[in-house]
């Protein structure tokens, strides 16, 4: 009795409060994100390096257009378990795709003879640069919104990359009876109170909320290199992968560090309990 | 009470078993928990080591034509000056003349620079001494001197007189074009 | 450090290390031949496993301090840094927040033990006070350290909880203008709390010594409460249990690494991920989940100041509780009655928990809508709380007092070897009334 007492008291305390906490949002709705199936799921999960490269193509030729990366480097994209890591070029600065894809992109620098402010292409060595000078410029050109930076965006939204793929996919039109301002569009993923918009019955308010994004994706909107279809779905679940990948490049090292950390630990637990029963064997307790 | 029974308790070691055994698996878990300390403390070490955005800046590309015959432009590479010097005729003379002079650091002034690119002179302008930066033009020998402790070098960068033991270190670089150079 | 010393130096610089620094004579007598209970079961190997959490989260601390920047404008992106582009920073930072859960989860079942076996009662109460101390000081460094990455948490979390200061009446404010350096958490907050983390860990560890000093004096409590008679009732702490630790350390590091390899966030918030922005408060505000039954108490009290007097009396409480338990009995092995209090009492705090991590109005019971009673919805996590909270104080204000008067304990056995050395033949007396196998 007592064991269960404590074993049940330790894991509730343990598992039971973290989904709960983010559970709980006052007034707030949104609809909860479509389960998909994704290459690095699970322990041994790894990341789809053609569908990182889609992803890349979808950010760079329809989000980066608004939305920054910070916290993202051209070399990130040649790194270890990057989507253009290549085992020949170890240094991914040395990656000669990747400095192709940096040499796409124009990046402000200091010219060091005259100190003024010049385009250069840019280097594996570069941040991807900003589509705005700064959060001003970014809300006055999106109607008051601020398009946010998508480095952690995987990490930073219960659901991650199910939530970024639910929502680049779910616009819908507005049900009868909700009348948005000019600019907002309705998305059920999107978190939101859409109480104060809507017109039909009180009891029916439609889940999710109003968002200053307009439909990013069309079908066909981006043609992958490698000729993979590009319907709306795909290219929302390509850059949902690439977004994920981005919130935590050291993902794959991590899980492989882990199922080795995890099997060591076992066995070590194994030896330590012989250990433990050969030193208590005579001992009555 | 606890006085009296200090060390108390039956002896682990007395045993019916194989001893061989007993000390094996004691032994194993005494050298898996080594391990343990061992596998996390190589991660703990290498987080000192420079880190993806530090080594990513550790190869830059200059452009030589920045570079006025007669002088030197001063660039930082791995966080420590990197001297261009454009060097003329008579300096390029001068460093050739004393090739087999009495060197500390013997070293022909061909070794210093790129094949066919005798004009320039890229070196790490870091006193071989401790680590102070010398003056450019300074001293007998109308190299550099060392600010710090008088160390004089030649126009080719090699110690000539003071206490620093080598040579101005050349660094790692290549030319990219006739007037382009990637160092590191 | 307390008794007779078994230390016998054997060589000639052990002579003479012993008459001058007896360091290791030390070391001997309380880790190697200190006389240790030989029934404790493992919910004593928790001491042992939270000694290990401190050092872990001290030197993954010292480690990411080499990188961490506190300043409002690089602090986010700096841990950021130790993720990305420092060398095993993510293996590092992942071990560091996931071990505060970790450490909290221990420190919990430790002082759950405590409670149920009465390990607090005379001669152990300075023990359990300095227990309490570490807790405290445990909470602070958490609220501290989880401010440091900056994130829309760390930031409101923060407001929040320094908030709660301006309640104490006319020098509340001052007080926090002063806890802040300015007019709101910003650079100079971020820069002290920066510093006070750092700090408060290394007092942890003189408490902890002085924790470890106050438990090698009457030495450990023991499942059956009834204190060491002969040495036929301990075994020496080497090898008994320096290996029995060593085993349930090696169990709790596979929990504690399952969390840091694969699921790293879980015990996090995700909008942490986003970096603090003074001017938008997420929609909900939930400290960590170790903090969440304190927070509840909070809660449950719709006046500010006395909400602040809640939850810091919830805290107080556990002081004095040596002086509030009237039971000459310990463990609760032997009185039924204590015992089914005493699950309820865990079950008030899990209670608490959830009711932390849910927002005041929203319903117990999705679909029932309840009714108005007093200020809020009875079926709501206020009313939840409260009741929960209620149950929290009158577990240590009614019921231990009345129950230690009142109940009537199974019989106690004379000593720890009476039903040790029966087991599990026909135990005589109150062996019979604890099922549960021991080690």
């Given at each position: 009795?007592?064991?269960?007492?404590?074993?049940?008291?330790?894991?509730?305390?343990?598992?039971?409060?973290a989904?709960?906490?983010?559970?709980?949002?006052?007034?707030?709705?949104?609809?909860?994100?479509?389960?998909?199936?994704?290459?690095?799921?699970?322990?041994f999960?790894k990341?789809?390096?053609?569908?990182?490269?889609?992803?890349?193509?979808?950010?760079?030729?329809?989000?980066?257009?608004?939305?920054?990366?910070?916290?993202?480097?051209?070399?990130?994209?040649?790194?270890?378990?990057?989507?253009?890591?290549?085992?020949?070029?170890?240094?991914?600065?040395?990656?000669?795709?990747?400095?192709?894809?940096?040499?796409?992109?124009?990046?402000?620098?200091?010219?060091?003879?005259?100190?003024?402010?010049?385009?250069?292409?840019a280097?594996?060595?570069?941040?991807?640069?900003?589509?705005?000078a700064?959060?001003?410029?970014?809300?006055?050109?999106?109607?008051?919104?601020?398009?946010?930076?998508?480095?952690?965006?995987?990490?930073?939204?219960?659901?991650?990359?199910?939530?970024?793929?639910?929502?680049?996919?779910?616009?819908?039109?507005?049900?009868?009876?909700?009348?948005?301002?000019?600019?907002?569009?309705?998305?059920?993923?999107?978190?939101?109170?859409?109480?104060?918009?809507?017109?039909?019955?009180?009891?029916?308010?439609?889940?999710?909320?109003?968002i200053?994004?307009?439909?990013?994706?069309?079908?066909?909107?981006?043609?992958?290199?490698?000729?993979?279809?590009?319907?709306?779905?795909?290219?929302?679940?390509?850059?949902?992968?690439?977004?994920?990948?981005?919130?935590?490049?050291?993902?794959?090292?991590?899980?492989?560090?882990g199922?080795?950390?995890?099997?060591?630990?076992?066995?070590?637990?194994?030896?330590?309990?012989?250990?433990?029963?050969?030193?208590?064997?005579?001992?009555?307790? | 009470?606890?006085?009296?029974?200090?060390?108390?308790?039956?002896?682990?070691?007395?045993?019916?078993?194989?001893?061989?055994?007993?000390?094996?698996?004691?032994i194993?878990?005494?050298?898996?928990?080594?391990?343990?300390?061992?596998?996390?403390?190589?991660?703990?070490?290498?987080?000192?080591?420079?880190?993806?955005?530090?080594?990513?800046?550790?190869?830059?590309?200059?452009?030589?034509?920045?570079?006025?015959?007669?002088?030197?432009?001063?660039?930082?590479?791995?966080?420590?000056?990197?001297?261009?010097?454009y060097?003329t005729p008579?300096?390029?003379?001068?460093?050739?003349?004393?090739?087999?002079?009495?060197?500390?650091?013997?070293?022909?002034?061909?070794?210093?620079?790129?094949?066919?690119?005798a004009?320039?002179?890229?070196?790490?302008?870091?006193?071989?001494?401790?680590?102070?930066?010398?003056?450019?033009?300074?001293?007998?020998?109308?190299?550099?001197?060392?600010?710090?402790?008088g160390?004089?070098?030649?126009?080719?960068?090699?110690?000539?007189?003071?206490?620093?033991?080598?040579?101005?270190?050349?660094?790692d670089?290549?030319?990219?074009s006739?007037?382009?150079?990637?160092?590191? | 450090?307390?008794?007779?010393?078994?230390?016998?130096?054997?060589?000639?610089?052990?002579?003479?290390?012993?008459?001058?620094?007896?360091?290791?004579?030390?070391?001997?007598?309380?880790?190697?031949?200190?006389?240790?209970?030989?029934?404790?079961?493992?919910?004593?190997?928790?001491?042992?496993?939270?000694?290990?959490?401190?050092g872990?989260?001290?030197?993954?601390?010292?480690?990411?301090?080499?990188?961490?920047?506190?300043?409002?404008?690089?602090?986010?992106?700096?841990?950021?840094?130790?993720?990305?582009?420092?060398?095993?920073?993510?293996?590092?930072?992942?071990?560091?927040?996931?071990?505060?859960?970790?450490?909290?989860?221990?420190?919990?079942?430790?002082?759950?033990?405590?409670?149920?076996?009465?390990?607090?009662?005379?001669?152990?109460?300075?023990?359990?006070?300095?227990?309490?101390?570490?807790?405290?000081?445990?909470?602070?460094?958490?609220?501290?350290?989880?401010?440091?990455?900056?994130?829309?948490?760390?930031?409101?979390?923060?407001?929040?909880?320094?908030?709660?200061?301006?309640?104490?009446?006319?020098?509340?404010p001052?007080?926090?203008?002063w806890?802040?350096?300015?007019?709101?958490?910003?650079?100079?907050?971020?820069n002290?709390?920066?510093?006070?983390?750092?700090?408060?860990?290394?007092?942890?560890?003189?408490?902890?010594?002085?924790?470890?000093?106050?438990?090698?004096?009457?030495?450990?409590?023991?499942?059956?409460?009834?204190?060491?008679?002969?040495?036929?009732?301990?075994?020496?702490?080497?090898?008994?249990?320096?290996?029995?630790?060593?085993?349930?350390?090696?169990?709790?590091?596979?929990?504690y690494?399952?969390?840091?390899?694969?699921?790293?966030?879980?015990?996090?918030?995700?909008?942490?991920?986003?970096?603090?922005?003074?001017?938008?408060?997420?929609?909900?505000?939930?400290?960590?989940?170790?903090?969440?039954?304190?927070y509840?108490?909070?809660?449950?009290?719709p006046?500010?100041?006395?909400?602040?007097?809640?939850?810091?009396?919830?805290?107080?409480?556990?002081?004095?509780?040596?002086?509030?338990?009237?039971s000459?009995?310990?463990?609760?092995?032997?009185?039924?009655?204590?015992?089914l209090?005493?699950?309820?009492?865990?079950?008030?705090?899990?209670?608490?928990?959830?009711?932390?991590?849910?927002?005041?109005?929203?319903?117990?019971?999705?679909?029932?809508?309840?009714?108005?009673?007093?200020?809020?919805?009875?079926?709501?996590?206020?009313?939840?709380?409260?009741?929960?909270?209620?149950?929290?104080?009158?577990?240590?204000?009614?019921?231990?007092?009345?129950?230690?008067?009142?109940?009537?304990?199974?019989?106690?056995?004379?000593?720890?070897?009476?039903?040790?050395?029966?087991?599990?033949?026909?135990?005589?007396?109150?062996?019979?009334?604890?099922?549960?196998?021991?080690?």
């Amino acid at each position: 009795m007592l064991r269960k007492g404590f074993a049940v008291a330790a894991l509730g305390l343990a598992v039971l409060a973290a989904p709960l906490a983010g559970t709980a949002v006052a007034a707030t709705t949104q609809a909860e994100p479509t389960e998909q199936a994704w290459s690095f799921d699970g322990p041994f999960g790894k990341f789809d390096k053609e569908q990182l490269q889609r992803g890349y193509k979808v950010y760079r030729e329809v989000c980066s257009a608004c939305h920054s990366m910070n916290l993202m480097y051209f070399r990130n994209l040649g790194q270890k378990g990057g989507p253009f890591y290549d085992p020949k070029y170890p240094n991914p600065n040395d990656n000669p795709v990747v400095k192709s894809l940096a040499h796409d992109i124009q990046v402000k620098d200091v010219d060091t003879d005259t100190g003024d402010v010049v385009s250069r292409p840019a280097t594996p060595a570069d941040k991807f640069p900003a589509p705005f000078a700064n959060e001003y410029a970014a809300r006055a050109s999106n109607g008051g919104a601020l398009p946010p930076d998508l480095s952690d965006m995987a990490k930073a939204r219960e659901g991650g990359p199910n939530y970024i793929y639910s929502l680049l996919s779910g616009f819908k039109q507005p049900p009868a009876g909700l009348k948005l301002d000019p600019g907002k569009y309705y998305n059920p993923w999107f978190p939101g109170d859409l109480t104060g918009s809507w017109h039909g019955a009180k009891d029916k308010v439609p889940e999710g909320g109003a968002i200053g994004m307009p439909p990013p994706l069309t079908d066909g909107k981006v043609t992958f290199d490698d000729g993979h279809p590009s319907k709306i779905k795909d290219e929302a679940r390509d850059v949902a992968a690439f977004l994920t990948w981005a919130a935590e490049p050291k993902m794959e090292e991590r899980k492989s560090f882990g199922v080795g950390a995890l099997i060591y630990l076992l066995i070590f637990s194994i030896l330590l309990w012989f250990s433990y029963k050969k030193i208590w064997k005579n001992v009555a307790h | 009470m606890v006085d009296t029974v200090a060390g108390a308790g039956p002896d682990p070691h007395v045993s019916g078993d194989d001893p061989n055994r007993r000390d094996f698996i004691h032994i194993a878990a005494g050298v898996a928990a080594l391990g343990v300390v061992g596998g996390l403390a190589w991660p703990f070490i290498d987080q000192m080591n420079p880190a993806g955005d530090t080594l990513a800046l550790a190869s830059i590309e200059f452009d030589l034509s920045k570079v006025v015959q007669g002088q030197q432009v001063v660039v930082k590479w791995r966080g420590k000056p990197l001297f261009v010097r454009y060097r003329t005729p008579a300096e390029i003379a001068a460093a050739i003349k004393d090739d087999h002079a009495d060197l500390r650091d013997p070293q022909t002034d061909e070794a210093r620079h790129k094949p066919g690119k005798a004009q320039y002179l890229v070196l790490i302008g870091v006193c071989t001494h401790l680590g102070c930066v010398p003056t450019f033009g300074g001293g007998d020998y109308g190299g550099w001197l060392c600010p710090c402790h008088g160390s004089v070098y030649d126009t080719s960068g090699r110690i000539r007189r003071g206490p620093a033991p080598k040579n101005l270190e050349v660094p790692d670089y290549s030319f990219l074009s006739d007037t382009k150079i990637k160092v590191g | 450090m307390s008794g007779h010393s078994t230390y016998e130096p054997k060589t000639g610089f052990e002579r003479w290390l012993d008459s001058r620094l007896p360091i290791l004579r030390f070391a001997q007598d309380t880790m190697v031949s200190f006389p240790t209970p030989k029934n404790l079961n493992y919910w004593w190997t928790f001491g042992g496993i939270l000694a290990m959490m401190l050092g872990i989260q001290i030197v993954t601390g010292i480690i990411l301090a080499m990188h961490y920047v506190p300043h409002v404008d690089y602090a986010f992106n700096s841990v950021e840094r130790i993720m990305r582009d420092v060398n095993y920073g993510w293996l590092v930072r992942y071990t560091h927040a996931n071990g505060a859960s970790m450490f909290f989860l221990a420190v919990y079942v430790h002082m759950f033990r405590n409670l149920y076996y009465g390990s607090y009662k005379a001669p152990r109460e300075v023990l359990w006070i300095l227990g309490c101390i570490i807790y405290i000081l445990m909470m602070g460094t958490a609220f501290f350290g989880y401010v440091l990455p900056w994130g829309q948490m760390s930031f409101h979390g923060a407001v929040v909880i320094t908030n709660l200061i301006g309640a104490i009446p006319l020098v509340g404010p001052s007080i926090t203008t002063w806890l802040w350096g300015g007019f709101a958490v910003d650079d100079p907050t971020l820069n002290r709390f920066f510093s006070l983390h750092y700090l408060l860990p290394f007092v942890i560890a003189g408490v902890v010594g002085l924790h470890i000093w106050a438990l090698h004096v009457p030495g450990n409590n023991n499942p059956t409460g009834v204190e060491v008679k002969s040495k036929e009732d301990t075994v020496p702490f080497h090898p008994y249990y320096t290996v029995k630790d060593g085993f349930a350390i090696s169990v709790f590091l596979i929990l504690y690494a399952s969390f840091v390899f694969f699921m790293p966030n879980v015990l996090g918030d995700a909008i942490n991920y986003v970096q603090a922005n003074p001017l938008q408060t997420p929609l909900h505000i939930v400290p960590e989940w170790y903090l969440l039954p304190f927070y509840a108490i909070l809660r449950a009290v719709p006046n500010k100041l006395m909400g602040v007097v809640a939850m810091g009396g919830a805290l107080i409480t556990l002081f004095v509780l040596p002086w509030l338990d009237t039971s000459k009995v310990k463990s609760m092995r032997y009185r039924p009655t204590a015992r089914l209090y005493f699950f309820i009492f865990i079950l008030a705090c899990l209670v608490l928990g959830v009711c932390g991590a849910h927002a005041p109005d929203d319903l117990v019971i999705p679909g029932f809508s309840g009714l108005q009673f007093l200020d809020a919805n009875i079926n709501s996590y206020v009313w939840l709380s409260r009741i929960g909270a209620l149950y929290y104080f009158a577990y240590f204000y009614v019921i231990t007092p009345l129950l230690g008067l009142t109940e009537t304990p199974l019989p106690v056995p004379d000593s720890i070897s009476t039903p040790v050395l029966s087991h599990p033949a026909s135990a005589p007396t109150g062996a019979a009334a604890s099922p549960e196998k021991r080690g």
